[in-house]
């Protein structure tokens, strides 16, 4: 792997091998799809890594923009074809944005598991 963390000035997004856990938090609103690909690239080495589970923990990102959701939802549909990973989802409450918009991913991929607490 390049890099474990991609970072801004309102967001960080951490990769922790151990636990082959994603980490994001702050508030990501970049423009478009060029200015996502450093975290599509750190999503995608992970997967490459083709680990039982990857979870991806969003509990502490207050808000993802219209192109940071599409960035997550066409990572979610390429997990489709790693068929030995588990992809696991966690959200908050807290986060208003996060109850319908992550619910839509468990669409994309049947197997996802998602827990919103």
Do not use: C
Request: no cysteine; glycine share 8%.
């Amino acid at each position: 792997m390049t890099a474990h963390e991609v970072k801004g000035d309102d967001y960080q997004v951490q990769y922790e091998p151990a636990s082959a856990t994603v980490y994001f938090k702050g508030e990501i609103s970049l423009g478009g799809s060029r200015d996502y690909a450093p975290i599509v690239n750190l999503l995608n080495e992970v997967a490459a890594l083709e680990p039982p589970t990857i979870t991806l923990h969003l509990r502490e990102l207050a808000f993802l923009n219209s192109s940071g959701i599409s960035m997550l939802s066409k990572f979610v549909l390429g997990m489709r074809k790693k068929k030995g990973t588990q992809l696991l989802v966690l959200g908050s409450k807290k986060m208003p944005w996060q109850g319908k918009s992550l619910k839509n991913l468990e669409r994309l991929l049947p197997g996802l598991k998602l827990v919103v607490e």
